[in-house]
């Protein structure tokens, strides 16, 4: 049975099958993330792994044989810089329902359904209109009811989540967001 060679430390996992004792012609032909070279004892090429700790990256780091090998890789996500996600081909991903956004250490995990900075997209700002700033609903910007909206056409404009925008009086563009339009 073969071993993974090159750097293990002492008490790390072992691999008992036989990947490393397994013929190769490329990298191509060994478990993503191991190399494919001479090995003293081996007649020709085998695959190769030198040993690090798992990591979410869609490589056998810790050279057991298994790819991105569970729990260990959610607990690699979720203990970097964005809590709550978990590994999936390759990558941190966030959990049901939410959204990756941002860049480097910069990432976190938002649902952009009710995120009025990250509103039907990561980025999307609702803005601030009047004296009231928009909501993000199903994953669009609207404003609740009593928001004072300033428009330059009221009659079009219904950026209201009820639809109503009733205008404020005064004739300036002006309106109120309202359930019945009264």
Same mark, same amino acid.
């Given at each position: 049975m073969g071993q993974p060679v090159g750097g293990q430390p002492p008490g790390a996992p072992v691999w008992t099958g036989n990947v490393c004792t397994t013929p190769c %012609? %490329? @990298? !191509? %032909?060994?478990?993503?993330?191991?190399?494919?070279? !001479? =090995?003293?004892?081996?007649?020709? /090429?085998?695959?190769?792994? %030198?040993?690090?700790?798992?990591?979410? #990256?869609?490589?056998?780091? /810790?050279? /057991?044989?298994? *790819?991105?090998d569970e729990p260990a890789t959610d607990e690699w996500c979720g203990s970097g810089d964005v809590p709550g996600t978990t590994c999936q081909n390759g990558a941190c991903v966030c959990g049901s329902g939410g959204t990756l956004c941002g860049t480097g250490d910069g990432q976190f995990c938002t649902d952009t359904q009710t995120?009025?900075? #990250?509103?039907? @997209?990561?980025?999307?700002?609702?803005?601030? *209109?009047?004296?009231?700033?928009? *909501?993000?609903?199903? @994953?669009?910007?609207?404003?609740? /009811? @009593?928001? =004072? *909206?300033?428009?330059?056409?009221?009659?079009?404009?219904a950026p209201c989540c009820s639809g109503i925008c009733t205008p404020a009086g005064g004739g300036g563009p002006e309106c109120y967001c309202t359930r019945d339009g009264g």
């Open positions: %012609s %490329s @990298g !191509a %032909s060994c478990v993503p993330g191991w190399s494919c070279g !001479a =090995l003293t004892g081996q007649a020709g /090429d085998v695959c190769t792994c %030198s040993y690090s700790p798992e990591a979410c #990256d869609g490589l056998d780091d /810790d050279c /057991d044989g298994v *790819v991105d995120d009025s900075t #990250d509103c039907g @997209g990561c980025g999307v700002n609702c803005p601030y *209109v009047g004296t009231d700033y928009a *909501v993000c609903q199903a @994953g669009a910007c609207c404003y609740p /009811d @009593g928001a =004072l *909206v300033v428009t330059d056409n009221p009659a079009d404009y």
